[in-house]
């Protein structure tokens, strides 16, 4: 079955500090994935996504993201963090046969001063 | 301008009563979804619409129906609520019928507490 694993539940950065959040995921095919962040009571925004081409994806606000194949992985970066950073990100498959997406449990990011 | 809305933001309600949750979107799009976070930040998909036809009913309880009276609305109507109903309820909506492979974009959520 199609899922996505987001290892680490929390993370704490120091502002200007580099920053990575990790995403595996299961899929059978070639995957469609999305990387959403969700700032305290709001809807989810999304950063960026891949469907194919360069593994290496730009998005909004800085971020970016390697899509590795051996690895299953999706893996979330920014080069320095700002204290607006601090939110919940969620990693996401989009399942074809049922188009959906499946989402991780996401990944709650502090920025400490 | 909002692109997806949602009303209410809150709702407090007693077991057992009935309630419903509006959604409209001006975004022009085709595709809208129901999706339930758990108190554990845990996002899933409950239902999808496009052009007022269900696409996608996952394993909900069928005290869950959802209603589109028009592409850019899709509300959520609950009878009998229970106490693990409580949750915080997202609409989303997507510009064509490939929900697995389109931007969908996010409502700010309605936060259901059933007491």
């Known amino acids: 079955a199609q899922s996505v694993t987001q290892p680490d539940i929390h993370i704490t950065v120091s502002e200007g500090a580099s920053l990575e959040l990790r995403c595996n995921y299961s899929y059978g095919a070639t995957p469609y994935l999305f990387w959403y962040v969700q700032s305290p009571g709001q809807g989810l925004q999304l950063l960026l996504k891949y469907f194919s081409g360069d593994t290496l994806v730009q998005g909004i606000k800085g971020f970016e993201a390697e899509f590795k194949r051996s690895q299953s992985s999706f893996n979330l970066r920014k080069p320095s963090v700002h204290w607006s950073d601090a939110a919940e990100y969620f990693c996401a498959v989009g399942v074809i046969s049922f188009q959906k997406l499946v989402f991780g449990t996401g990944t709650r990011l502090l920025v400490s001063p | 301008d909002t692109a997806v809305s949602q009303t209410p933001k809150y709702l407090v309600t007693q077991m057992g009563n009935d309630k419903s949750i509006k959604c409209e979107q001006n975004l022009g799009h085709d595709t809208m979804y129901w999706y339930k976070q758990d108190s554990k930040k845990f996002l899933k998909i409950m239902f999808s619409y496009n052009n007022k036809e269900l696409i996608i009913n996952e394993t909900v309880p069928n005290r869950f129906s959802p209603k589109s009276p028009d592409k850019a609305h899709l509300n959520l109507h609950i009878n009998s609520l229970e106490l693990g109903d409580s949750a915080v309820y997202f609409c989303?909506?997507?510009?064509?019928?490939?929900?697995?492979?389109?931007?969908?974009?996010f409502g700010p959520g309605t936060r259901l507490l059933v007491l």
């Open positions: 989303a909506s997507s510009q064509g019928t490939s929900g697995s492979q389109e931007t969908q974009y």
